[in-house]
């Protein structure tokens, strides 16, 4: 099992340093994945009920879905 | 609700769910021409198909690249501009969703691992078989949010709990086997393999333009026309049941691709305004040249449908909703003080239910959609689409016939419809999603309700803010590809 671990490890490892044109490719996820995550969901996507308990998320829906 | 906060909401969504758009089908139908030509490298034993995969992997590992965690975008929209939504659709997406993203996770990024770093590590029968899982993983992660989307279009399989105030799963099943869903799902899969076949078929034929790497090119263009042309009948076999599909559980989207002011039995095609074909709607609708299809008024006054069934008219509709939504607020008022009364207005609520969305729509002629956008992004879906079909044909003839080097027309046609594959793809979401407003879940919720109460200002602020990184992510996917190309395959 450890063997088979220690394969895929390598696998990997060299995979990753064996990369040519793949490495910007890889350069250019990370900058999204940072964007999207460290950015835009912590500054400017925070979910609209965030903080608010299960029943405080059904209090606000019903007060929209009963008072058109 | 703001009207400016609802549409900078849609558009918002619209946008990311566009962009997302681009990358998707090509992911789709790429993963599955690169599957064919790695096996013809593996049958046939030819280092010259090894080398062809090579270069259209590194294409396809370009574009998942740039479109990877666009989705993600659209689950944060979810929580932040369409917080009502969300909550009402929790477990019936999050089902779906939680198992894309265990698909996309493990069979993605462990097989899509093998495909890139494997070549001399693992056996050739085993890459070749890892490619073929990442083409089948790419697929069943559209199946699933095709799974979300198709109940968004047709709510099967739940049951709206008023106490929770949210729809709940009660047939894992009958979401999964929802037509609607199964025919959105083969029309994106298929439609992405003709994506697939004209961008290996245009970026191919700028070799030969260029006279470079002909026999690359030209091997390139016979495999991807020959999948181009499967997929693009399968295309119109799904197309052709989703229509069905619509004429049945959506009859305002398909009277408003039509521009169908008064339906009837044996009811004319529209091919452009003026332009008609007799009977052919009935018979794509119903499949009977006589078969009855509704048109807005009729769906506005009330009709008979080709089951027999009276389809209330939208007033009475939104009355219904009204009296749904009032046993609501007196079921839950009273829930606690007075049981008679809470147990009545549950039974109200029940009878009424179906109804619901129709009572937060502010007159009857709210169900209209845009007609002009969804009549001709259908034109423009069809047209383009037939288009795309004839030149795969012709360009597995003169391929065939050994005759595609030399053709000069041909091979800058085949470039000039790279963008014409997208806007093709494009304008059957805008058809799909636009055709259906105002709901975001079919008359069950309207997009005034589903949307967040935030402020507006905000929402442009995010949009304007995406809009730029979208349009920067794009240039540098393009100036990647367009390096990537320059330089081709070197395999001739």
């Known amino acids: 099992m450890m063997e088979l671990l220690r394969n895929i490890f390598r696998f990997y490892k060299e995979g990753f340093s064996g990369m040519t044109w793949g490495r910007s490719l890889w350069i250019l996820i990370m900058v999204k994945l940072v964007f999207l995550f460290l950015i835009m969901r912590l500054f400017f996507f925070r979910p609209a009920m965030e903080g608010l308990s299960e029943d405080e998320k059904v209090e606000v829906v019903v007060e929209r879905l009963t008072a058109p | ?492």
């Not at chain 2, 789709?28 to 064919?36: A, D, H, K, R, T």
């Not at chain 2, 049958?43 to 294409?59: L, N």
């Not at chain 2, 979810?78 to 089902?95: C, L």
């Not at chain 2, 339906?263 to 074909?277: D, N, Q, T, Y």
């Open chain 2, 1 to 492: 609700m703001d009207a400016s906060l609802i549409d900078w909401s849609r558009l918002q969504f619209a946008m990311t769910a566009a962009y997302h758009w681009i990358f998707v089908p090509l992911t789709l139908g790429l993963s599955l021409i690169v599957s064919v030509m790695e096996t013809l490298f593996v049958v046939y034993k030819d280092e010259f198909w090894k080398r062809v995969t090579k270069f259209w992997m590194k294409i396809f590992a370009i574009n998942f690249a740039v479109g990877i965690a666009t989705g993600i975008i659209l689950e944060f929209e979810f929580g932040t501009n369409w917080s009502n939504y969300s909550w009402f659709v929790g477990d019936i997406f999050g089902a779906p969703l939680a198992i894309e993203g265990i698909f996309a996770f493990f069979m993605e990024s462990t097989f899509f691992a093998v495909m890139f770093f494997g070549w001399d590590k693992v056996s050739s029968r085993f890459h070749l078989t890892s490619t073929w899982l990442t083409a089948v993983g790419t697929s069943l992660s559209a199946f699933w949010i095709l799974v979300a989307n198709g109940w968004m279009q047709h709510p099967v399989g739940t049951e709206f709990n008023p106490d929770t105030v949210r729809s709940e799963m009660i047939s894992f099943w009958a979401v999964v086997s929802n037509p609607v869903a199964l025919s959105k799902f083969s029309h994106a899969i298929f439609s992405g393999w003709m994506t697939g076949a004209i961008v290996v078929a245009g970026i191919s034929s700028w070799y030969l333009l260029r006279k470079r790497e002909v026999r690359f090119a030209s091997s390139s263009i016979l495999v991807a026309s020959i999948i181009g042309i499967i997929g693009g009948l399968a295309t119109m076999m799904s197309g052709d049941k989703s229509g069905v599909d619509i004429a049945k559980y959506q009859p305002m989207k398909l009277a408003a691709a039509e521009g169908l002011r008064d339906g009837g039995k044996a009811a004319s095609f529209s091919i452009v305004p003026g332009v008609e074909i007799p009977g052919m709607l009935s018979i794509l609708a119903t499949h009977d040249i006589d078969g009855y299809v509704p048109g807005i008024n009729d769906i506005l006054n009330g009709y008979t449908d080709n089951d027999g069934n009276v389809v209330p008219s939208v007033k009475e509709k939104i009355e219904r909703g009204h009296e749904a939504i009032a046993a609501l607020k007196r079921y839950r008022e009273t829930k606690e003080s007075s049981p008679d009364v809470s147990f009545k207005s549950l039974k109200s609520f029940q009878e009424n239910s179906q109804y619901m969305g129709y009572g937060y729509l502010s007159s009857p002629d709210a169900v209209i959609p845009s007609i002009p956008l969804v009549y001709w992004s259908f034109r423009a879906m069809v047209g383009l689409g037939s288009f795309l079909m004839l030149l795969l044909f012709i360009l597995s003839y003169f391929t065939w016939k050994k005759r595609l080097e030399n053709l000069k027309w041909l091979h800058w046609v085949t470039i000039l419809s790279i963008p014409l594959v997208y806007i093709c793809g494009q304008a059957g979401w805008i058809v799909a999603e636009v055709g259906r407003q105002p709901w975001t879940i079919q008359d069950l919720l309207p997009v005034n309700v589903a949307v967040s109460a935030l402020d507006s200002g905000a929402v442009q602020t995010t949009f304007f803010l995406f809009l730029s990184v979208f349009a920067l992510f794009l240039v540098i996917e393009l100036s990647i590809l367009i390096k990537a190309i320059k330089k081709g395959p070197q395999v001739d």
